[in-house]
């Protein structure tokens, strides 16, 4: 890999040879962090170079992502999601610029697609036939969608509270799927034990540095859909903080290989029934252990395992924190459906959420402009969205009911 230098530790610093396999730092025990020759990068690839390529998926930024020349890309087609401008929603919230960046819409209808597409690759690099991980629910079918399409078997811990949606990916896809009936942190520590055990490759971000730099080409694309000129704030939900740390190196990537001149603030949206590394930055304070009570099952993480980089990200962005309610996140899924055709998961939609909320506070000023990542399709969670957006009107085949269920609503006459 001629644009890697090394892994580095982000606790002590110590470096070491980026293999396929590495996971925690050796001397520490900190997490890795990939280490680019980006004067490489500016003598390898151009803005206009990136133009011409025909390959619209995430892996159109090879020189700033960690493969070896000769590996095979995934035969799933991951990334280059759409990137709307959302004016209706800027209106209603309130603010200049407003785009919406629709991860739904990859293989396995989730963001973090981007991660374990890495993780097959690097997996085949290591020479492993298995990959396992712990996930409460994206995570986990998104390796079992992108394994099963490179046949790789797979080990899938999850809690028992992961929607159903999400379950039934996983046994469609072919994982063997164990669920855990505890927290995410047992069923973190539980997955980790197996893969000590039976030395299966590690998909959980917070032991691979990898997966960081799939989920960070999210950011790579936003800033090529923006046609390089960056927005005021990106907003991302937060969870274990692993999105997070990679929306910003990206960002940082493409700064110090000259593709941005200017770096966004992060907007960390998390739910208030989970929100320790929110409360981490307001507090100005240690990160402490929280319950996992939220709806939105995919950033319900106590104990998050990227804590150090996610608070690095919203620290060294001068970002800004907001923590919201399930009321709001429900009320922001039909809010996005209607205004932009986006249908949002819980943790899809509190990104956006948190927009509207941390304009109201007057945390951002009504001139911004900003995107939101929309990180799950809403079908991963129908139960919710059927919260959010109500029942539909049951009637009997009968134009009289139609006319009198019209009358209530407002409806024609």
């Known amino acids: 890999m001629k644009n890697v230098i090394s892994a580095v530790c982000v606790k002590c610093g110590h470096e070491i040879e980026a293999k396929p396999d590495i996971t925690t730092c050796p001397k520490c025990g900190g997490i890795m962090d990939i280490k680019y020759d980006y004067n490489y990068i500016k003598n390898t690839v151009t803005k206009a170079d990136m133009a011409d390529r025909r390959e619209n998926s995430m892996w159109r930024y090879q020189e700033f992502l960690p493969i070896e020349g000769n590996s095979k890309s995934p035969k799933l087609r991951v990334g280059w999601s759409p990137f709307y401008e959302a004016k209706q929603l800027a209106e209603v919230i309130g603010v200049k610029e407003l785009y919406i960046k629709d991860d739904g819409i990859n293989p396995t209808?989730?963001?973090?697609?981007?991660?374990?597409?890495?993780?097959?690759?690097?997996?085949?690099?290591?020479?492993?036939?298995?990959?396992?991980?712990?996930?409460?629910?994206?995570?986990?079918?998104?390796?079992?969608?992108?394994?099963?399409?490179?046949?790789f078997k797979t080990y899938i811990f999850v809690p028992s509270r992961a929607p159903k949606g999400k379950v039934s990916q996983l046994m469609i896809f072919g994982a063997t799927v164990v669920s855990v009936d505890g927290s995410y942190e047992d069923t973190f520590r539980l997955s980790a034990?197996?893969?000590?055990?039976?030395?299966?490759?590690?998909?959980?971000?917070?032991?691979?540095?990898?997966l960081m730099e799939g989920k960070k080409t999210v950011a790579l694309e936003i800033a090529e859909q923006l046609n390089w000129k960056m927005t005021d704030y990106v907003a991302v939900s937060v969870g274990d903080g692993c999105t997070i740390a990679g929306v910003w190196k990206g960002f940082k990537d493409l700064y110090a290989a000259g593709f941005i001149d200017r770096l966004p603030r992060l907007l960390s949206v998390q739910a208030e029934g989970c929100c320790p590394l929110n409360k981490a930055i307001a507090e100005g304070k240690d990160w402490e252990p929280m319950e996992e009570n939220t709806i939105a099952d995919s950033i319900a993480v106590g104990v998050p395992r990227n804590a150090d980089k996610a608070l690095n990200a919203i620290?060294?962005?001068?970002?800004?924190?907001?923590?919201?309610?399930?009321?709001?996140?429900?009320?922001?899924?039909?809010?996005?459906?209607?205004?932009?055709?986006?249908?949002?998961?819980?943790?899809g939609a509190t990104g956006s959420a948190g927009i509207k909320k941390a304009v109201d506070l007057g945390l951002i000023p009504h001139d911004a402009s900003i995107v939101a990542i929309s990180s799950g399709n809403g079908l991963k969670d129908t139960v919710n969205a059927i919260k959010a957006a109500g029942e539909p009107i049951l009637l009997p085949p009968d134009m009289g009911a139609l006319l009198d269920a019209f009358k209530k609503i407002g409806g024609p006459q």
């Open 109 to 151: 209808a989730s963001l973090k697609d981007r991660a374990s597409a890495m993780a097959v690759v690097k997996a085949e690099e290591a020479g492993r036939d298995t990959i396992a991980c712990s996930s409460t629910g994206n995570a986990a079918s998104s390796l079992a969608g992108n394994a099963a399409a490179a046949g």
């Open 193 to 210: 034990e197996a893969i000590d055990r039976w030395g299966w490759y590690n998909r959980n971000a917070a032991i691979n540095p990898y």
């Open 315 to 347: 620290r060294e962005s001068n970002g800004v924190v907001v923590n919201v309610s399930d009321e709001e996140i429900l009320s922001a899924m039909k809010l996005v459906g209607r205004t932009c055709g986006v249908f949002s998961e819980p943790a």
